[in-house]
């Protein structure tokens, strides 16, 4: 069972250029998030979504777009890379049932992502 | 003011040694706690819930005060192997809106 699988474990990117950071689970799960982690700043929530078609913004919206077309997938769009974006980014999901026992996210394991 | 803060540390502590974290959050419509641990920019792993009624798990205690709007840790008898960062975790009513405290550094020394 692979969890959540995030490509690339790194990437360095220039000013301007794009990029799509991959995340993929196979555990059926309705709910799929971005995070990224800086120094000092823990994990902010960039976007997320509870379903294929249905996103909506986080913490730290602004320099990334999403979508969501199927249950298993959920990538990460930067269209034009500025340095202020280098971090790490984490992909999670997980249940969306109700019951604080469910809400337990899965973790992919990180892009390290720097933009020169 | 963050939603959810939590004191950065570093907590340094020798082997043995209990210590606890504190988290608040600001947000009165939050819903679901947890703790989280992470290594080393490893993902973050789930370390446990945390209800009202409070929750132990082995070593590590968690209790939710809503009233005050805090969450704490306990971990009693600290090992080298708890060294880590520890980070509180909001999620808002609906389910859908988690929310990370920047981390408690702990070192665990000998």
């Known amino acids: 069972n692979a969890g959540v699988t995030q490509t690339p474990k790194f990437q360095v990117l220039k000013t301007g250029q794009s990029m799509t950071l991959q995340c993929a689970q196979d555990m059926n799960h309705e709910y799929m998030s971005w995070y990224r982690q800086d120094p000092g700043m823990g994990l902010r929530l960039i976007h997320y979504?509870?379903?294929?078609?249905?996103?909506d913004q986080g913490e730290v919206p602004n320099g990334y777009n999403v979508s969501r077309s199927t249950t298993e997938d959920f990538p990460l769009r930067l269209l034009s890379a500025a340095p202020s974006q280098t971090s790490v980014y984490f992909c999670a999901s997980s249940q969306v049932d109700p019951g604080p026992t469910r809400k337990k996210l899965f973790f992919g394991s990180g892009t390290q992502l720097s933009v020169l | 003011r963050k939603e959810v803060e939590q004191d950065p540390g570093p907590f340094n502590v020798p082997e043995g040694a209990t210590v606890a974290f504190n988290c608040t959050y600001s947000n009165s419509a939050s819903q679901s706690f947890f703790w989280y641990r992470q290594d080393c920019r490893k993902e973050p792993k789930l370390l446990m819930s945390?209800?009202?009624s409070g929750n132990e798990d082995g070593r590590f205690t968690a209790q939710l005060n809503r009233a005050s709007q805090y969450i704490s840790l306990l971990i009693r008898d600290s090992k080298l192997s708890d060294s880590a960062t520890y980070l509180c975790?909001?999620?808002?009513?609906?389910?859908?809106?988690?929310?990370f405290g920047a981390g408690t550094r702990l070192f665990v020394k000998a």
């Open positions: 979504s509870v379903g294929a078609g249905i996103t």
């Open positions: 945390v209800y009202s």
């Open positions: 975790v909001v999620i808002y009513t609906g389910g859908f809106k988690t929310i």
